[in-house]
């Protein structure tokens, strides 16, 4: 069974940072277009960052130039490093995978920033 597992979320101070983290597990994670979504609570989930298996990356505009995305396929983990926070950040944030019409999410993992 396919597993994504995120960690690092937290509550921080507004303008300052942290760094997610997804470990997959049972997937040719290499091949997989990588992305972070978040849910604030009554609102859509949204794209944060996406990375491709080629590495390209592309954020959502709240986001650029303050968050980036990374992978590291020898340890089957995708990052997403957060600096700057805001208050408007605050939501639960979700690892997914995906490639040939398969997609899979993590549980998610929770960021609260205090203004």
């Known amino acids: 069974q396919v597993q994504l597992v995120e ?3 937290g509550l ?3 303008g300052g940072s942290l760094r997610l983290s997804c470990a997959a ?3 040719t994670f290499s ?3 990588m992305g972070w979504y978040r849910q604030a609570p009554g609102k859509q989930r949204e794209l944060v960052a996406g990375i491709t298996a080629g590495s390209s990356t592309n954020y959502a505009d709240s ?3 303050r968050f980036t995305i990374s992978r590291d396929n020898a ?3 995708v990052y997403l490093q957060m600096n700057s926070l805001k208050p408007e950040d605050t939501a639960a ?5 995906f490639a040939g019409g398969y997609s899979y999410w993590g549980q998610g993992t929770q960021v609260t920033v205090s203004s």
Not at 93 to 97: D, L
């Open 7 to 9: 960690s690092g979320g």
């Open 31 to 33: 091949i997989y277009t």
């Open 93 to 97: 944030y979700y690892c997914n995978a």
């Open 63 to 65: 986001v650029k130039g």
């Open 25 to 27: 597990s049972r997937i």
């Open 12 to 14: 921080v101070q507004a």
């Open 75 to 77: 340890k089957n983990t």
